[in-house]
C-alpha cells in the first residue's frame, strides 16, 4: 500500500468531489442513497436532518467511480439471481454437512484462476462473490488471475466459476469497443 | 394467526440451522480459510432466510424492503469481510491446512 501525505490525501478528496460533482451519475446516486436512506428509516421524517448530509456526503465522496456504463439487462440480473440463489443455498448445506459430519471431510486446494473479465469493477464484484458460492475463497487477486481457497471437488468447482463468470459478463460487461 | 404469519415463522426457524452450522464450522473447521467457507456462506442463507421470514411476518413492504436491505447490506459486508481476511491471511504467507 502506497502511503499519502496529509497534502496529497486533500488533494486527492478535493479532485474526486471536482470529478464527482460534474459526473454525470450524481443525479442517480443522489437519487439511491436517498432512497436507501428513506428506507432504512421506514419513511420517519425527523431522520433527514442526518439523512441530507449523509446522503449528499456518500454521493460526492464516493471513492470508487464507476469505470464502465451501468447497462440494464433484465434478463441478465434474473438469470444472476437464480443462480445466486441456488449457489448460496447449495454452498451453504455443502459446508453445513462438512461441518456436522464426525470426520469433518475437507479437501482444500488452492487454484490460479486466470480471468476472463476485464474490468475492474467486474473483477472486484466477482472476487467478492465467490466468497458467498459453494467451496471457494478468494485469496489473492492480480492482474491476470485470482487466487482460490476451494474445499471439495477443484475441477467441478472450477466449472462452476466459469459458467458464474460469464453470468458477471452479461450483467456487468459491455462490450469493448476499444 | 393468518397463513402468511405462519409461512413466516417458518421460514424464520428454517433459517436458524444455518447459524447453527455455520458457528460449527468456525468451531471445528481447521484453519482461517476453512472457517471463513463456513461462516460466510451459511450467514448469507441464514440471515436471508430469516429476513424474508420477517417481512413476510411484518406485512408491511416498507419493512419488507428495509430487510431486503439489510441482507443486501449484510452480503457486502460478509463476502468483502471474508476476501479481505483471506487474502490478508495468504499475503502473510499462512499456509492452508491440508497443504
New interface residues.
Given amino acids: 500500500m502506497p502511503r499519502f501525505g496529509r497534502e496529497e490525501v486533500a488533494i486527492g478528496i478535493i479532485a474526486t468531489v471536482r470529478r464527482q460533482l460534474s459526473g454525470r451519475g450524481l443525479a442517480l446516486r443522489l437519487l439511491l442513497y436517498a432512497l436507501v436512506w428513506w428506507v432504512l428509516t421506514a419513511g420517519d421524517t425527523g431522520a433527514w436532518v442526518w439523512g441530507v448530509p449523509a446522503v449528499a456526503g456518500a454521493a460526492l465522496f464516493n471513492p470508487f467511480p464507476a469505470n464502465g456504463r451501468l447497462r440494464l439487462a433484465p434478463l441478465a440480473l434474473l438469470r444472476f439471481a437464480q443462480r445466486f440463489i441456488l449457489g448460496s443455498l447449495t454452498g451453504a448445506l455443502d459446508v453445513g454437512l462438512r461441518a456436522l459430519q464426525p470426520a469433518r471431510p475437507l479437501s482444500p486446494a488452492l487454484v490460479d484462476y486466470p480471468w476472463q473479465l476485464q474490468t475492474r469493477s467486474a473483477r472486484i464484484f466477482m472476487a467478492n462473490l465467490i466468497n458467498l458460492m459453494p467451496g471457494t475463497l478468494c485469496v489473492r487477486i492480480t492482474d491476470t488471475a485470482m487466487s482460490v481457497h476451494v474445499i471439495g471437488d477443484a475441477e467441478r468447482t472450477v466449472a462452476g466459476l466459469a459458467k458464474l463468470e460469464q453470468l458477471v459478463a452479461d450483467l456487468m460487461e459491455v462490450e469493448d469497443h476499444d | 394467526m393468518s397463513l402468511t404469519d405462519l409461512l413466516g415463522g417458518l421460514l424464520v426457524l428454517l433459517g436458524m440451522?444455518?447459524f447453527f452450522?455455520?458457528t460449527?464450522?468456525l468451531l471445528?473447521?481447521?484453519d482461517a480459510?476453512?472457517r471463513?467457507?463456513?461462516l460466510?456462506?451459511?450467514d448469507?442463507?441464514?440471515l436471508?432466510l430469516v429476513c424474508l421470514g420477517l417481512a413476510l411476518y411484518s406485512g408491511s413492504w416498507?419493512?419488507g424492503?428495509?430487510l431486503l436491505?439489510i441482507w443486501l447490506l449484510m452480503?457486502?459486508a460478509?463476502?468483502?469481510g471474508?476476501?479481505l481476511i483471506?487474502?490478508t491471511?495468504?499475503?502473510r504467507g499462512m499456509k492452508?491446512?491440508?497443504?
Fill in positions: 440451522p444455518f452450522l455455520g460449527l464450522g471445528r473447521f481447521p480459510y476453512t471463513l467457507h463456513a460466510a456462506k451459511t448469507n442463507v441464514g436471508g416498507l419493512t424492503l428495509k436491505l452480503l457486502v460478509s463476502a468483502a471474508a476476501g483471506g487474502r491471511a495468504m499475503a492452508p491446512w491440508g497443504l
